[in-house]
């Protein structure tokens, strides 16, 4: 068992988006929607479903061609907005596909994605995912190769359902001798986008990408704002003298 809770099984299940969910394509809005629904393909996330009815038939260019979902059968569509043109972005369900006969699923890439005024990165965020940032007093300390990265006994620690518990540090508490920065840069649907990455090099051992932040988080982890944290299992990471058990790298 591991050391924190595993995502709910919720494949195969449809609920509703409780928020307004609109695409955006440059300045176009392509659709705008109380109504949208999420799906469960797997057990991570779910994906969004948009009702036909609120996509703005403008935009949408049906290809004359069929797929055969899980769900049901899909007739492909390509997006036509000013002057960008996708191919086989979206795919309407038709009505042999019960619950979400009508509905289209766009593929992620194709717009923007927020839910009220907020963007949405990455991926829909899983309704049944809980992300908590807790400041702590537990002594964490970060070593690689015998050297001392980083110690700190205020940490805040990030909980987030499904993935390890991550030790967010002040950067005063990094050596900055063993790490440089890089132009790394990622996302994450609960957290928002990350502003830095660090590599560490200690003894000719190199790990790439080991260390990031976040200057501006979400509203809902900002106490992480600004803080370092490091890959639990690519570098010696104890808790209270304990080392976390080992998991891997699911996410920053």
Do not use: K
């Given at each position: 068992m591991s050391g924190f809770p595993a995502m709910a099984d919720l494949r195969d299940r449809v609920e509703p988006v409780p928020r307004r969910l609109r695409g955006v394509v440059g300045a176009?809005?392509?659709?705008?929607?109380v109504d949208a629904v999420y799906a469960w393909d797997t057990v991570k996330y779910p994906h969004y479903l948009v009702p036909l009815a609120d996509v703005d038939p403008r935009y949408l260019v049906?290809?004359?061609r069929e797929q055969e979902l899980r769900r049901g059968a899909v007739?492909?569509?390509?997006?036509?907005?000013?002057?960008t043109s996708l191919a086989s972005v979206a795919r309407v369900y038709g009505g042999g596909a019960g619950p979400v006969a009508d509905f289209v699923r766009f593929d992620w890439g194709a717009l923007e994605w927020f839910e009220e005024n907020e963007q949405v990165f990455v991926h829909p965020r899983?309704?049944?995912?809980?992300?908590?940032?807790?400041?702590?007093?537990r002594h964490v300390r970060v070593v690689l190769e015998g050297e001392l990265l980083a110690e700190s006994h205020s940490p805040?620690?990030?909980?987030?359902?499904?993935?390890?518990t991550r030790y967010y540090l002040d950067r005063s508490c990094l050596d900055?001798?063993?790490l440089r920065r890089t132009e790394t840069r990622t996302a994450c649907p609960y957290k928002g986008e990350t502003s830095d990455y660090w590599t560490a090099e200690v003894g000719g051992r190199v790990e790439e990408d080991v260390a990031w932040s976040y200057r501006q988080p979400f509203?809902?982890?900002?106490?992480?704002?600004?803080?370092v944290a490091f890959y639990n299992d690519r570098v010696e990471l104890t808790v209270d003298g304990v080392?976390?058990?080992?998991?891997?790298?699911l996410s920053q």
């Open positions: 176009h809005t392509v659709f705008d929607t049906d290809e004359g007739r492909l569509h390509g997006l036509r907005v000013g002057d899983n309704p049944y995912t809980r992300v908590d940032a807790l400041r702590s007093t805040v620690l990030l909980f987030e359902t499904g993935l390890p900055l001798r063993f509203a809902s982890v900002a106490s992480i704002a600004g803080l080392s976390p058990e080992s998991e891997s790298d």
